[in-house]
């Protein structure tokens, strides 16, 4: 019965191509990163060389045209998922937000950006060779993205950023920022995408220190008097801000399905536990309660799987609404945040104590339930769209 | 020289096997399957061969349920040529198993025929023997290196001790150990491709191979729970808990 087994062979969504994605990913994490990630979450980073051998087998670039590197033939947005669910086995979140920062970063370039700046940069990062992060959220403030005050002033062929960005993900080891500036009057119209190299003089990074996510470097980004070409920038001056809206919601839906799979290591782990451990005289499982908890934990985690893999269907026919990813990312959340806490409750005092995938698990909901758009963010994102007629 | 490659569907090796409740054997229904590792590596091997220009072709074949196709577009995936499977519901012991390849080998006469030494379910250990006693070919068992030259195959066999190496007339049968190569991986485009490479489904039957069992299982049962270890002091209180055991006198 424990979880994380065969559930997608009784899936309508998923054929033969996906069971062997699967396979073949799985067996990348289980020789490439499960024996290192507890080290690696000690240290705070992933080493380089691990992106470099994720491309080497095909993950980076999964999704991504050919004439840039990646591998789009044959794809279609349930191979996305079946990668999320198999780099989330070693139960570490940081994993997965760290070796695929291109995720958020890249498709702006790919969606908006000059010829030119597409080939100078998807292909090297599509071959693990640079690194690129998105940066949107600054210390002032990330929910409120239309508000947003790093500058960039035009002077000559050149920019020069000033201001800073909070919170971002694989930000000390960046190559490039995919990030939003003000080049405009207030508010969303007045929002640009610019590449910035992030070797450039006037370029300040401080590693951040986290409750989960370890083994993702997070920085906090100071820019003053960053001299940025104008070719870097991505798309129309002030036009910005769709592209930051449209690029959420694939990171919306990646990010439901990374939290049923994060559950889905939980309960696996919580349901093992339950097996074996015995008290007053007959395992946990013999206890109703527990296994009421077990049931009520699976029946969130399948609910939440099946509007997943719903909305990936409506994205892959075109009939996707923004409203429901917002409102997908609140519930796969708020399962996560159930079931690691009825996971941890299983397995009693061992929960707390380093080493359990439960505890790790545990550390990483409120990443989820805030990044990448907070809870009541997006629930008020929905209700407008859907109630009050407005934007 | 075409290379047959047999690669069998077994439980993922990620995965902690269950014994069913009733003892009869490991619990597989809704478990995560995958290639053999071993088989892996034999699949590895001969696309290194064909990369070689040694190889011409790679014909994968698997005796398993239906499900075991899902195996063989792996293996077309990494690379082999075409696939056969040999459809059935049946557990098959390593005689039927190595009765069918030799079936298929009179047929397809490969050059080498390429196992994994074990497959980590039932860990037998005899398919890749049984086939050589059956063909008459030499063996070359537990390979970490395999090098064809001209009409002969050198072997590198991890043996106790050390490494041996047999230098073999082809045809020749070859099974495969951990540190033979590092398999690689399947990516995207070529899982859509392997979905047009020919796979012929066949039965038991059509070999003339009988397959009921020879072999009654009689109990399957969890390995006992180790039990806790004993700290010691130092070298002398070793020795002496050696000593109290029996194993050192
Ligand atoms: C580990 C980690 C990695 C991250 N990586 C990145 C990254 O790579 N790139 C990037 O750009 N950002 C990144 N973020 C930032 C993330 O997207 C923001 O934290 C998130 O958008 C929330 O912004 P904030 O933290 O500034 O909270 P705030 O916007 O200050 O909000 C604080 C709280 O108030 C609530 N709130 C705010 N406004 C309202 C309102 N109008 N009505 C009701 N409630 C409201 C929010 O829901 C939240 O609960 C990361 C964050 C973390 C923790
Ligand atoms: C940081 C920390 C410090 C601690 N310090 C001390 C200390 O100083 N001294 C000390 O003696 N102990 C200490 N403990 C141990 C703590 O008291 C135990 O963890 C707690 O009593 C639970 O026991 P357990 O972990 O063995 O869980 P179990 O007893 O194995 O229980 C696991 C889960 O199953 C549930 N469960 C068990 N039996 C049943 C049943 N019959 N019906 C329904 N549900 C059931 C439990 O509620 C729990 O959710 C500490 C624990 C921690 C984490």
């Known amino acids: ?55 080497e087998a095909g993950i980076l670039g999964l999704r991504y045209p050919e004439q840039y590197g990646g591998h789009s033939e044959g794809f279609d947005n349930f191979h996305g998922l079946v990668l999320t669910e198999e780099l989330a086995a ?109 070797s450039s003089p006037g370029v300040e990074r401080t590693r951040l220190d986290k409750m989960g996510w370890r083994c993702s470097d997070t920085a906090a980004i100071h820019f003053s008097d960053v001299r940025v070409p104008a070719s870097n920038l991505i798309g129309p ?155 | 020289m075409k290379i047959l490659v047999p690669v069998k569907r077994v439980l993922d090796y990620n995965v902690k096997p269950r014994v069913k409740a009733d003892g009869t054997g490991v619990d597989l229904a809704n478990v995560k399957m995958s290639m053999n590792p071993f088989d892996e590596i034999g699949v590895e091997e001969a696309i290194r061969l064909k990369e070689k220009g040694v190889a011409t072709e790679i014909v994968a074949v698997s005796v398993g349920p239906a499900k075991a196709q899902e195996t063989l577009r792996t293996a077309l995936a990494m690379g082999a040529d075409r696939a056969i499977l040999v459809q059935t519901d049946d557990e098959v012991e390593p005689l039927a198993l190595a009765k069918i390849f030799k079936a298929i080998a009179d047929a397809e006469a490969p050059g080498l025929v390429i196992l994994g030494k074990q497959a980590i379910d039932g860990d037998n250990n005899q398919t890749g023997q049984m086939l050589a006693a059956l063909t008459g070919w030499a063996q070359g068992t537990f390979a970490s290196a395999v090098n064809v030259e001209g009409d002969h195959v050198s072997v590198t066999r991890e043996v106790d001790g050390g490494l041996e190496t047999v230098k073999l007339k082809l045809p020749a049968i070859v099974t495969t150990d951990l540190r033979l190569n590092e398999p690689r991986y399947a990516s995207l485009p070529n899982i859509m491709k392997a979905k047009s490479k020919p796979l012929d489904t066949k039965t038991p039957a059509d070999y003339g191979v009988d397959t009921a069992p020879r072999v009654k299982t009689v109990k399957v049962s969890e390995p006992p729970v180790r039990s806790a270890g004993v700290k010691v002091a130092d070298v002398d209180d070793l020795v002496a808990k050696l000593k109290a055991i029996g194993v050192h006198s």
Not at chain 1, 24 to 29: A, D, G, I, K, T
Not at chain 1, 108 to 132: M, N, Q, T, W, Y
């Open chain 1, 237 to 391: 001056e002030n036009g910005g801000f769709i592209g930051i809206m449209r690029n959420f919601n694939s990171e919306r839906l990646g990010m439901a399905m990374g939290c049923c799979a994060y559950a889905r290591v939980a309960m696996a782990e919580a349901a093992k536990w339950a097996q074996s451990r015995e008290t007053f005289g007959r395992p946990l499982v013999g206890h109703q309660s527990i296994r009421i908890k077990l049931a009520d934990m699976e029946r969130q985690i399948e609910a939440t799987q099946a509007w997943v893999d719903l909305c990936a269907w409506q994205v892959k026919h075109g009939k996707d609404r923004p409203a429901d990813f917002a409102m997908l990312k609140v519930q796969a959340t708020r399962m996560l945040e159930a079931v690691a806490r009825e996971a941890a409750q299983v397995l009693g005092g061992a929960s707390y104590i380093t080493g359990s995938k439960v505890e790790r698990i545990y550390r990483e909901v409120r990443v989820n339930a805030i990044g990448g758009g907070s809870e009541e963010i997006m629930l008020d994102l929905a209700g407008r769209q859907l109630f009050s007629g407005k934007r």
């Open chain 1, 90 to 198: 070693v139960g570490a979140g940081g994993l997965g937000a760290s070796l695929m920062t291109h995720g958020i970063g890249l498709p702006p370039i790919l969606a908006l950006g000059s010829e030119e700046l597409k080939e100078r940069v998807a292909p090297p990062v599509l071959a693990g060779d640079k690194i690129i992060a998105l940066g949107i959220t600054e210390a002032g403030g990330g929910s409120d993205v239309a508000n947003l005050k790093t500058t960039a002033v035009k002077d000559g062929d050149d920019y020069i950023v000033n201001g800073g960005k909070m919170f971002i993900t694989s930000g000390m080891r960046a190559d490039w920022l995919t990030c939003a500036v003000r080049t405009g009057e207030p508010g969303a119209a007045g929002i640009s995408l610019l590449l910035i190299d992030m």
């Open chain 1, 1 to 55: 019965m424990t979880a994380f087994d065969d559930w997608r062979a009784r899936s309508p969504y998923y054929d033969e191509t996906h069971e062997a994605l699967a396979q073949s990913v799985r067996r990348f994490v289980s020789r490439e990163i499960a024996p290192h990630i507890d080290r690696w979450e000690a240290e705070g980073e992933l080493p380089l060389e691990l992106h470099k051998k994720a491309a």
